[in-house]
């Protein structure tokens, strides 16, 4: 089984400029999550889709962040613009559905502001 | 909202060591729990969950975990490491029903061969 797939692996921008993110879930996968990470700090939510629906955004930062996912498949996560404390690693995962399932985890966009 | 307490956040031992590495979370209903690892340079991996039923469950590589709900605890047990256990182990909880993973801030284990 392929896993969730993200691009870029690595980014490095400077402050103020916009960058993006891809994901693409593991097949027949419907529920889609992006994560932070932060230098020594565990994954924390942002955004969590049901195929096109945002189910839960509470913890993105609106007035710079952006997600979507117009098809249910694949989905792209938008910083514009970026700030100094967005460096970080973005995560992507999927499951199955919302409930009791364990979530599948890309290996991560490493995003380094200057 | 849940959250997730994890102590020593750096671990170092030798091989053929016993590791145990604590979990703590804090939420009043029924959750799950998980533990998930990233060895150097791959992506996060579920090393193994607790949903119901019986509270000691077995993961991969010789791993195990107890949850004890009066201690809202899910601590993580292998009675002797190898260097490839050499990884950060991330403890996560989730309401049941609900996919909203809470992570800790990991534990960075080193196994010194």
């Known amino acids: 089984e392929a896993g969730v797939a993200q691009s870029p692996r690595y980014k490095i921008i400077e402050k103020r400029q916009s960058v993006a993110f891809w994901c693409n879930p593991i097949?027949?996968?419907?529920?889609l999550y992006w994560y932070q990470q932060i230098l020594g700090q565990g994954p924390k939510l942002l955004i969590q889709?049901?195929?096109?629906?945002?189910?839960?955004d509470s913890q993105l930062p609106k007035d710079r962040f952006s997600a979507e996912r117009l098809k249910g498949v694949d989905s792209t996560l938008k910083i514009q613009p970026a700030k100094l404390e967005d460096s970080a690693v973005y995560l992507c995962?999927?499951?199955?559905?919302?409930?009791?399932?364990?979530?599948?985890f890309g290996d991560g966009t490493r995003l380094s502001i200057l | 909202a849940q959250s997730v307490s994890q102590h020593n956040h750096h671990v170092i031992l030798s091989e053929a060591a016993s590791l145990e590495l604590g979990c703590n979370y804090s939420y009043g209903g029924t959750v799950n729990l998980f533990w998930y690892v990233q060895y150097p340079g791959q992506h996060l991996q579920l090393l193994l969950k607790?949903?119901?039923?019986?509270?000691l469950v077995k993961g991969i590589k010789g791993f195990e975990a107890e949850f004890i709900k009066s201690k809202f605890s899910f601590n993580l047990r292998k009675p002797s490491v190898q260097w490839s256990d050499t990884a950060e182990y991330f403890c996560a909880v989730n309401p049941y029903g609900n996919n909203r993973l809470a992570f800790g801030k990991g534990n960075q284990v080193v196994v010194i061969p």
């Open positions: 607790y949903f119901s039923g019986d509270p």
């Open positions: 995962a999927s499951s199955l559905d919302r409930g009791n399932q364990p979530q599948h």
């Open positions: 889709f049901q195929n096109n629906g945002v189910v839960d």
């Open positions: 097949s027949g996968h419907a529920t």
